[in-house]
Each structure stands twice: as C-alpha cells, then as structure tokens.
C-alpha cells in the first residue's frame, strides 16, 4: 500500500470515530471529509449526490444510514465498517489491481462457496433441493479457500448451498478465526435460533440474507408450510439482538407483483432488513420449470419499482439482473465474485453449473488463469447494453460457446445438463428481453445526457 492510500486509510478510520461519537451532529460534516479524501474531479456527480442526502434528515438515504447507529449494535457496526469498508474495499483495491496486472486475470472481490449440499427446505425450482445432504467440504478446506482468497486480498465471503447454517459452528469457527473478513450467507432463517443470534454477537463479522418469496402464501408455497413464520421469528430475533440482516428475493411468473409491491418494500424494512439483493428465476438443473422464469414485462416492472423506491424507501438493494448497468455488465467469472461449490469445483456463477477446476485439484489462481475463466474474461462485457449481461439469460449461445471452447464440463451434482440444451431453455426469455432491454438502456441514456446537460447549465 502506498503512502497515500495509507494516509487515506487513516483518515477513513478517523473519519469514523469522529462520526461516531456523535452522529446526528457529525454526519452532516461527513461532506468535507469526503471532498478532502476524494478531491478528483472524476468523483463530482457522487459528491453532489451524497451533499442532497445528508442536507436533508428526511432524505431515505439519510434515514437508511443513521438508522446503523439505533438499530445496530455498537461493536457489530464497528466491526462492519473496518471489514467491509476498510479490509473488503479500500485495502483490497491495490492488492486486487497488482494480481490483476501480474497474472493478466480476473480477481475477485468476493468468493461465494457452498458449505454443503444439505438442507433443511426443499424449495420448488432450486438446484440445490435436489443435490441431498451427500456433500460438505470440511473445515480445512473452507479454510484453505479463505487462506488463498486472503493472500489475492479478498475479505468478502458469502456462504450459499445447500442450507450453509446446517454448518453452523464451522461457520462460526471460521468468523472467528478470520476475524478481519466479512462474512454473508444466503440463508433460509429457519435455522437462526437465540444461541446462533449470540455466536454473531461475539464474532461481529457475520451478516445473513435471508431468503423470502413474498408474503405467507408465496413464501410456503415455494419453500413448505410454516417457513415465513419462521422467517419473521428469525428477523423479529436478530432486530431484538441488533444485529444487521437483509433479504434476498427470487422474483418469478409467480411472485413479482408481490415482490415488487410498496407493501412487500415496507415489511422489509419494518422488520428491520438494511438491504435486499434481488435474482431473478434462473431454470438450472435438468427438469428446472421453465414456467418460473419471469416475462420480459415482469422484469420491467421489477426495473421500475426497485429504482422508484430507491429514491422513497431506507433500504439499500440490488438486482444482479437489471443493475448491471452500474457494474459494467457481468460481475461473474472472478471479475468481482467466482462461486465454489460444495464438491470444489469453480464455477463462474452460482447460476452457471459448468467448470474446468476442482478446489482439490487447482489453487484459486489457477482456477482464474484456466481456459474457461480467461474465455469468460475475454468475453466481458457480453453485451454493450448492460441491460442484458448475463451469457446465459440474456445472450443466447454466449455461454455455450465458452463452455465447448474450454472442454467445461457440467457440474450438476446430480444430472448433468448438457450447455445447448439449458441455453434453448432459456432462449425464448431472452428474445423477449431483448427489444424491452433495448428500449429502456436508450431512453436511461437519453435521460441522462438531458440531465448532465440541465446541471452545466
């Protein structure tokens, strides 16, 4: 790290003990700092927009971040902002630009891994409901990943599955043992009891995003009878511990309007979630429902509402599908996250069951330089409206093609799908999409040369 970025990383950190020690007085003095900290003028739109949040304590953003410091825990924040702020971002930058530079390759800012392959649900149209409990990578293992993911400069881990809190105390361990590293786990919640609520409380560093498809009906229809009650024990626990957790939300033929409604955004919030990632229903897996998969208008409207409510509701979100046009495209193929199964094999994408590297058999940077990577790399971005990103979804063929130029194969734990048949599966949505895609990309940018225009004016 140079002395600059050590100096900046000083600062951060002060900037925080200054703001903590009396927020509703220091936040609005958050602007200078960011100005001195970040004087470039490539960073002017970011700054304008930051000076409309907190010049206004109504503002939802404003609400969203002062909201840490009543609904969270003191230690638990502190902990938050020096591994995700500090350790995941402003200290992995250089390393992360250095590998990448060295190696000519992508490096990740996060790894997802699978802990197991069990679960406790078996949920309508997800893979992993039909993998069985056959499958864990031990403790040494999960280690090793995060050992290796550390040395790049990684500090962001996600755990999915399979259920990951089945592994609840290696989860646990691994907080503890890693306790510079953030950690995240996309999780039902019906495993989240009072013991687990205070394991959290000790090591700080971990955070779920809990799985729900709507309300009572849409979430046991999917996930079995009882889960969303379940569901709201977790949150109503984790909101009494002060703990931080949001929600993760598939959004369907079915469930979309329920998802994307203001009633469904306020329970969110009211429960006590500080963001939402939002996937759209991928048919992964030999005999996955095609019927699942939302309408070229459902994914409108999911565009619309999300963006609507961005700028009325306290709650941060994200749509892996929609927003990419704030990523670049594609965040897959180690270009900011790679995923692990729980056999150990690397995967571009948890929604992308293909791979040329087992974890037991390659390190993660042989996985990053191997031909199915480097061919995903080239590839980026797949498309140049960032509104359709995805090479399976959204590109027909694209996928296919990497995967028979790099010898790939199928790591469906159970039936191996052949590449040219899931991309057929998926080619009618994408078609549909297309035209949508096309249309609100040009009318975005055309909205946005318009307002650029009105400000130097």
């Not at 907190?54 to 002062?66: Q, S």
């Not at 902990?79 to 390393?95: C, E, G, K, S, Y």
């Not at 996060?110 to 864990?136: F, M, Q, R, V």
Request: glycine share 6%; net charge negative.
């Amino acid at each position: 790290m140079s002395i600059n970025d050590s100096i900046k990383r000083f600062g951060t950190l002060k900037a925080y003990d200054y703001l903590d020690k009396d927020p509703d007085k220091n936040i609005p003095k958050l602007l200078n700092w960011v100005e001195k900290l970040m004087p470039d003028s490539k960073f002017d739109e970011q700054i304008r927009a930051f000076q409309k949040i907190i010049a206004n304590p109504d503002n939802n953003w404003y609400r969203l971040l002062r909201s840490l410091w009543i609904d969270i825990d003191d230690d638990v924040r502190k902990t938050l902002f020096q591994n995700f702020v500090i350790n995941a971002n402003f200290d992995w930058a250089p390393r992360h630009d250095a590998y990448e530079e060295k190696y000519n390759c992508n490096i990740p800012w996060a790894i997802l891994l699978d802990p197991t392959s069990a679960c406790n649900l078996h949920c309508t149209g997800c893979w992993a409901a039909e993998y069985g409990n056959k499958l864990n990578m031990d403790f040494d293992t999960l280690d090793d990943i995060i050992e290796q993911g550390k040395e790049m400069g990684v500090r962001m881990y996600i755990y999915s599955g399979g259920e990951p809190l089945v592994r609840k105390n290696d989860i646990i361990a691994l907080c503890n043992k890693h306790a510079d590293c953030q950690f995240l786990a996309f999780t039902n919640g019906t495993l989240i009891d009072e013991a687990f609520a205070n394991e959290m409380l000790r090591v700080k560093n971990f955070i779920p995003a809990i799985s729900v498809e709507g309300f009572t009906q849409a979430t046991d229809s999917r996930r079995g009878q009882g889960t969303f009650a379940k569901v709201e024990k977790a949150m109503d626990l984790l909101r009494a511990k002060k703990l931080p957790f949001g929600v993760s939300c598939c959004y369907t033929s079915q469930n979309t309007e329920v998802i994307g409604s203001e009633e469904y955004f306020d329970w969110m919030i009211e429960k006590g979630a500080k963001f939402c990632w939002f996937f759209t229903y991928m048919p992964v897996g030999v005999g996955a429902p095609t019927d699942l998969m939302a309408s070229a208008e459902q994914r409108e409207y999911m565009y619309n509402k999300i963006r609507s409510y961005r700028k009325t509701k306290p709650l941060f979100t994200m749509d892996f599908w929609n927003d990419g046009e704030f990523v670049g495209g594609c965040i897959a193929g180690g270009r900011c996250y790679l995923h692990i199964n729980a056999n150990g094999d690397i995967e571009l994408c948890a929604f992308i069951h293909y791979s040329d590297c087992n974890i037991h058999e390659k390190t993660l940077l042989e996985a990053l330089r191997s031909p199915l990577f480097m061919a995903y790399r080239e590839g980026q971005p797949f498309n140049n409206n960032h509104l359709r990103p995805c090479p399976l979804l959204d590109n027909p063929g694209a996928l296919a093609q990497m995967v028979d130029k790099s010898g790939a194969h199928s790591t469906d734990l159970k039936n191996a799908e052949d590449v040219h048949t899931l991309t057929e599966k998926c080619r009618e949505k994408a078609e549909a999409w297309a035209p949508t895609a096309d249309r609100l990309w040009k009318c975005n940018h055309a909205c946005e040369a318009t307002c650029k225009q009105t400000d130097k004016s």
